[in-house]
């Protein structure tokens, strides 16, 4: 009895010291990266609201565990071309890790909701535009809410590879030994310099994962509800989604007007990689033509096309 009882105190111990190094690294590794300012918000990760005195307003959600920084140039482009323009940063995000690691899928739904519900105080007509997992929570808030004209999903989280998503339902176990999980796998950008801006954390914990996991689960309930025409717009070459599992997400829309729009050459986040002006162009074309430019909903289907990024 003493033995095993020298055993397994021996044997806590070397999880404990593991646990708390895993803490530690990963708390120094994005802390040497990420610093908060005096409101607790990381330099380059605040909100971003551009007004318009128009009619219409867009709200753009960025991905899991990074901030409205990737969607300043999709915010500025169609700022001008006369769009309120409003990109919340999501609750434990653009902050501290451990802040990260406390925030939960509803929260980050609830608080999107709400966004939306101000910027229909301020415009007439509103429209989404979601990335990666904002193009999840996008989904979701259109389900719920048809007075929303158009979304744009770029990138849209709406499946998870299988070995994750067990990884996620095993999340109170992996927790014990590994508290923080390294993003791994090809970079999400292509370009250098943009990879370099980028103000993602890097890491999540298990139980993040499965908090990400009841995001999508929620996302793909939501997606035969979405009455509003939707472009989804796919890399081929996303180290995150691929082209099988982004069609098979794309089936899951049964608005009439709906499109999947393919590009080439760059990464997952499609609003700061190669070719992203062919990506934004796409977007302020069909918000155009479906919220600008039309009184009603258009019920007409339209077709993809596949533009080649250089």
Do not use: C, K
């Amino acid at each position: 009895m003493t033995g095993l009882l020298a055993l397994l105190l021996v044997g806590g111990g070397a999880v404990l010291f593991v646990r708390m190094r895993g803490i530690s690294r990963a708390r120094e590794t994005v802390g040497a990266r990420l610093t908060p300012g005096p409101d607790g918000i990381v330099a380059g990760a605040s909100p971003i609201d551009l007004p318009a005195d128009g009619r219409y307003g867009l709200l753009l959600l960025h991905g899991f565990g990074d901030t409205p920084q990737t969607l300043e140039y999709l915010a500025d482009h169609m700022h001008a071309q006369g769009w309120g323009v409003h990109a919340p940063l999501l609750p434990g995000h653009g902050r501290t890790l451990d802040e990260f690691a406390a925030s939960r899928a509803d929260q980050w739904i609830d608080f999107a909701r709400e966004e939306l519900t101000a910027l229909r105080a301020r415009y007439e007509s509103v429209a989404i535009i979601g990335l990666s997992m904002g193009g999840a929570i996008a989904t979701i808030l259109a389900g719920d809410a048809h007075d929303v004209r158009a979304i744009a999903l770029l990138a849209p989280y709406l499946s998870m590879p299988t070995t994750l998503r067990r990884a996620a339902g095993l999340y109170r176990i992996l927790g014990v030994l590994f508290p923080f999980l390294r993003g791994g796998g090809d970079r999400s950008i292509r370009d250098p310099i943009e990879a370099a801006r980028n103000l993602a954390y890097g890491f999540a914990t298990p139980r993040l994962v499965f908090e990400l996991r009841r995001v999508v689960d929620r996302a793909r309930a939501a997606a035969p509800a979405v009455a509003a025409p939707t472009l989804v717009v796919q890399s081929r070459q996303d180290n995150r989604i691929p082209p099988d599992a982004a069609e098979r997400a794309f089936s899951l829309f049964r608005m009439p007007d709906r499109r999947l729009l393919w590009t080439e050459g760059n990464g997952h986040i499609v609003t700061v990689d190669y070719g992203r002006q062919i990506v934004f162009a796409a977007v302020a074309d069909w918000l155009e033509t479906h919220v600008r430019r039309s009184g009603t909903v258009s019920s007409a289907p339209s077709h993809s096309a596949e533009p080649r990024l250089s």
